[in-house]
């Protein structure tokens, strides 16, 4: 086994504090790296804290991880020593059912593995996470990152961007079409960033006034704020997409009548909360409200080879990992432009 120093939360109430732990060895196909830095998903807040009722104690968060890979398995054929090396938010999948046989790993039939708060693929071994100085992972879940890129800021493109990406593409967004970002978070300014490489018009609706100034300077055509009416009511019927990355409740109806016929509403905020969705707010205009998840792996290697090509990453504050419970306080106010990175070199 490998001794690996970590962060963890022993129950939802105790906060992280640090936590010796074991890796397995190296399989055949196994990847060892060690973890430069590791990017702090608003989703550990919520897994750290029982917030969503599936914790798994003791808990090593941390989903989007870069580092440097120092060790592999006898039979891998896709990384050596001293590799750039990134895992996001799976570490594995069945690998035989339809999904994962055409790379949509994240939408495994059979139940994937989640990179923390998870079990492997045997059902019993848990997942330990990123808030720690190394992880051993199946090369087929081992992503290679570009020298090109900042390090540190390439971390969030794990989760934040591949989560804004994948349903970019997915449905096509592009030239000419209109594209609305609701909410300039971790999740929201990637998606800014996205759009406008993509070739699309891109808009930011936020509640915010205050941040129009960054939604420029990330790139958006257009700032609307949504707490004024009049400015609201000069987008209706305006947009062919919108990516919602707010997890905050809110109207869905509101923004479904912003959207052109036939536009789509892309859920990828997880508000804690039903939330009213009226028939007629779709049924004019042959509407749409969808959801997405993260990428597949191949998907998500495409992205950071985009993201090598066009030199697109993350806006980051990094921090000591001893500073990870004032990071999570502040999150929870939206004081982070806009993702925190734990330099693992403080652990």
């Given amino acids: 086994m490998i001794a690996t120093k970590g962060y963890a939360a022993q129950t939802k109430d105790s906060g992280l504090a640090p936590w010796d732990f074991q890796r397995r060895e190296l399989g055949a196909h196994d990847v060892q790296f060690d973890?430069?830095?590791?990017?702090?998903?608003?989703?550990?807040?919520?897994?750290?804290?029982?917030?969503?009722?599936?914790?798994?104690?003791?808990?090593?968060?941390?989903?989007?991880?870069?580092?440097?890979?120092?060790?592999?398995?006898?039979?891998?054929?896709?990384?050596?020593?001293?590799?750039?090396?990134?895992?996001?938010?799976?570490?594995?999948?069945?690998?035989?059912?339809?999904?994962?046989?055409?790379?949509?790993?994240?939408?495994?039939?059979?139940?994937?593995?989640?990179?923390?708060n998870g079990l492997e693929q045997d059902k019993k071994t848990p997942t330990y996470g990123g808030y720690s100085n190394t992880i051993v992972v199946h090369e087929d879940f081992v992503l290679h990152i570009s020298d090109k890129l900042d390090l540190a800021a390439t971390a969030p493109l794990l989760c934040a961007g591949i989560t804004t990406y994948s349903p970019l593409r997915h449905w096509k967004v592009g030239p000419g079409h209109k594209l609305a970002v609701v909410g300039l978070g971790g999740l929201g300014h990637m998606g800014v960033k996205f759009g406008v490489a993509f070739g699309a018009e891109v808009t930011v609706l936020s509640t915010s006034p205050k941040k129009e100034a960054d939604a420029k300077k990330l790139g958006a055509h257009k700032f609307v704020v949504t707490s004024d009416p009049a400015q609201l009511e000069s987008v209706r019927g305006y947009y062919d997409f919108i990516l919602d990355t707010v997890s905050a409740e809110h109207d869905y109806n509101e923004y479904l009548s912003l959207l052109k016929t036939d536009g789509v509403?892309?859920?990828?905020?997880?508000?804690?909360?039903?939330?009213?969705?009226?028939?007629?707010?779709?049924?004019?205009?042959?509407?749409?409200?969808?959801?997405?998840?993260?990428?597949?792996?191949?998907?998500?290697?495409?992205?950071?080879?985009?993201?090598?090509?066009?030199?697109?990453?993350?806006?980051?504050?990094?921090?000591?990992?001893?500073?990870?419970?004032?990071?999570?306080?502040?999150?929870?106010?939206?004081?982070?432009?806009?993702r925190f990175v734990i330099d693992m070199a403080t652990l």
């Fill in 265 to 338: 509403h892309i859920c990828v905020g997880a508000p804690p909360t039903p939330s009213a969705l009226l028939a007629f707010s779709l049924i004019p205009g042959r509407k749409s409200i969808a959801g997405s998840s993260i990428g597949g792996l191949p998907e998500t290697q495409e992205m950071l080879d985009f993201c090598a090509e066009h030199n697109i990453v993350s806006d980051i504050e990094m921090i000591n990992i001893n500073d990870i419970h004032s990071a999570y306080d502040r999150m929870l106010k939206g004081d982070v432009r806009y």
């Fill in 35 to 116: 973890i430069t830095y590791c990017g702090v998903c608003h989703s550990d807040i919520h897994q750290v804290r029982g917030e969503w009722g599936n914790s798994m104690y003791p808990m090593v968060p941390g989903h989007e991880i870069v580092g440097r890979v120092v060790a592999v398995g006898s039979q891998v054929s896709k990384f050596k020593v001293g590799d750039l090396a990134g895992t996001g938010c799976l570490v594995d999948s069945c690998r035989v059912c339809d999904n994962c046989q055409h790379g949509l790993e994240q939408y495994c039939i059979n139940g994937n593995s989640q990179t923390y």
